[in-house]
């Protein structure tokens, strides 16, 4: 069949030779933000952003502000974007997104630094002389009704505690 010479030959949809490949986890965990992950596909696949602009049917300044974050990168344009740079960086962030969704970051790592923070519980060392048997006998105080043991200087005595130079009562 003969065409007359105002027909021209149809683009390859979204401009794509190739299915487009996941990166690496290691790159997706270092993403930012999706226009973030926008920018690294484009400048990875070498692409320009009019080639980008026209596999999704945008313009180049719309590209352009969704890749700066300037503009959000609607869910319709994610599939798009991923086929027209051949990486799917950007629907695996945005996956990775959705799954730590609800999972607040911030919270988290105030709730560890609290934990850090907190003093552990000690149980209170008994007051008072240590016997031979290891018993502590209670000290009166004048100013409470309990006292430190009392440190001897040199050895312990017989039955004492050299460790700790308790004397035994």
Known sequence: METLGNQKSLPLAFGVHHAAKDAPSQIVRQIETAAHALAVMIRAGH?????????????????????????????????????????????????????????????????????????????????????????????????GTERAPVPMRGRAGQGGSPAFCYAAA
């Open 47 to 143: 692409h320009k952003l009019e080639y980008v602009a026209a596999c999704i049917g945008k313009s180049k300044s719309y590209v352009s502000r969704m890749q700066n974050g300037v503009r959000p990168i609607p869910e319709k344009l994610v599939g798009p974007l991923c086929a027209a740079t051949g990486s799917n960086l950007l629907r695996q962030f945005l996956n990775l997104q959705a799954a730590l969704d609800g999972i607040c970051e911030v919270e988290r790592l105030a709730d560890l630094m609290r934990s850090a923070n907190e003093e552990p519980t000690r149980v209170p060392a008994p007051a008072g002389r240590v016997r031979a048997t290891g018993a502590v006998q209670r000290a009166a105080h004048a100013r």
